[in-house]
């Protein structure tokens, strides 16, 4: 499977790992996210390098999502959630921070929030549109 199978994802029950997090604005809109997303990296001391987490993140999330340049990349991951039918979205999002997280050097509950956002996005707009959005980055 070279792509996550949105349909495990519920855009409503994906509010509950947003854990506090309120969105200022649309949720479809991703890019508003990226201030308060390197706001709260720097308040927990990450930010100050040369790395751009908020792309690290974004190119991490299409290549779980769609696939993208190394579909085997998350295939195991993939795999496992799309077979775990029942399990809680906070569970999921929860799980996919932790791969994520230690992908690009970040504290998975920093990135809780918005791994849910993605997922929300990902899950209202479907697999083509939301891939071909993170594909023009």
């Known amino acids: 499977m070279q792509q996550i199978d949105l349909e495990i994802f519920d855009a409503e029950g994906l ?3 947003l854990d506090g997090y309120a ?3 649309q949720v479809s809109d991703l890019d508003l ?8 990296l720097k308040g927990a001391g990450f930010g100050f390098g040369p790395k751009n987490y908020w792309k690290a993140l974004k190119v ?7 696939g993208g340049d ?5 295939a195991e991951l993939r795999n496992v959630l799309c077979t775990q039918s029942g399990i809680s979205q906070t569970a ?3 799980t996919i921070a932790v791969f994520v997280g230690a992908e690009i050097g970040v504290q998975a509950g920093l990135i809780v929030p ?24």
């Not at 996210?33 to 709260?40: A, G, P, Q, S």
């Not at 190394?70 to 998350?74: F, L, Q, R, V």
């Not at 956002?117 to 071909?132: M, N, Q, S």
Request: hydrophobic share 45%; with cysteine.
């Open 15 to 17: 509010h509950s790992a």
């Open 23 to 25: 969105p200022a604005g």
């Open 33 to 40: 996210y990226e201030v308060d997303f390197d706001d709260r």
């Open 60 to 66: 991490e999330l299409r290549l779980l999502t769609c």
């Open 70 to 74: 190394d579909p085997e990349k998350y």
């Open 92 to 94: 999921v999002v929860s």
């Open 114 to 137: 918005f791994v849910a956002l993605f997922l929300i996005v990902a899950a209202r707009v479907g697999y083509e549109a939301f891939c071909r959005a993170m594909n023009m980055d």
